[in-house]
């Protein structure tokens, strides 16, 4: 594991310009039991909570306006945080939600998953539903082969997890398609972010060539967003991988971020949502 300043990026610019950066370690990490991956509510509730640890701080002089940033799980965090902060933590006002690669659009993303090295995620996902709502939805859907290997959930890191599953044939480990399952799919489509209105405007920013989250994705995402009334900008970046817009951006984020702060009019790709480069 990283530091701190390998892990959040730009820390070191966002303290330098007077920021209070919470990070949180979402619900059930590095605690007995699975973490509850990709569930939005969870997600977006441990983000809030972290800024209102940090308020408790009193050296930390930290205040009640909030810019949410995240990559990856991290994206799925802040779009859910967008939907939820209004109603979970009023005294918060969340200015903007920023998100890098965000895992969007679950049910799409489900058949995807089974032909790439990132097939562990699904189990990931299934076993946090499971966490979350007690529906024992990986009971109905898993080989025995499959509800075997579900131990590493328990104590494996992200890498650990990924390595177990990957080049494993999904027909030894899935008895059927999740999405077949009626829990899976509604628990799927009620956790995937765009739903509801977001309480702050939203910059995406997604790699042309990440071979983790399509980018195709991003575009649905937009779409849905913006009809439930979101504001959006979507930006793509020919040629970055997952991370790669986060990691080369740094003029870009800080000053949307900025603008977010000086409550400038935001720009909006809801008239004209791109799709991928």
């Not at 890098?100 to 679950?106: K, M, N, S």
């Not at 189990?123 to 290997?149: C, K, Q």
């Amino acid at each position: 594991m990283g530091t701190p300043a390998d892990e959040i990026p730009y820390l070191a610019d966002f303290i330098a310009r007077g920021f209070v950066v919470a990070a949180t370690d979402y619900e059930g990490l590095g605690t007995p039991g699975v973490h509850p991956y990709v569930v939005g509510a969870s997600e977006a509730h441990s983000l809030l909570d972290s800024v209102r640890a940090a308020e408790n701080l009193p050296a930390a002089h930290a205040g009640t306006r909030v810019l949410a940033f995240g990559q990856s799980q991290g994206g799925h965090a802040v779009l859910e945080t967008g939907e939820l902060a209004a109603s979970y933590a009023p005294d918060l006002q969340l200015l903007g939600v920023l998100a890098g690669g965000p895992l969007t659009e679950l049910s799409t993303i489900v058949g995807v998953l089974e032909k790439t090295p990132y097939f562990g995620y699904l189990f990931m996902a299934g076993a946090g539903f499971d966490a979350a709502y007690h529906t024992h939805i990986l009971d109905d859907v898993l080989t025995p082969e499959g509800r075997a290997s579900l131990s590493i959930l328990q104590t494996g890191c992200v890498d650990q997890i990924l390595a177990r599953y990957a080049g494993v044939a999904p027909a030894t480990l899935l008895a059927m398609d999740p999405l077949q399952d009626p829990d899976v799919k509604r628990l799927a489509e009620a956790n995937t972010p765009g739903n509801a209105r977001s309480s702050a405007p939203i910059l995406i920013l997604h790699g042309g060539a990440d071979a983790q989250i399509p980018p195709i994705l991003s575009t649905l995402y937009t779409q849905r967003a913006c009809k439930s009334g979101s504001t959006v900008e979507l930006r793509f970046f020919p040629g970055l991988g997952h991370t790669g817009p986060v990691d080369t951006q740094k003029p870009l984020i800080m000053q949307w971020l900025a603008d977010r702060l000086a409550e400038k009019p935001p720009a909006s790709s809801c008239s004209n949502v791109p799709n991928p480069p």
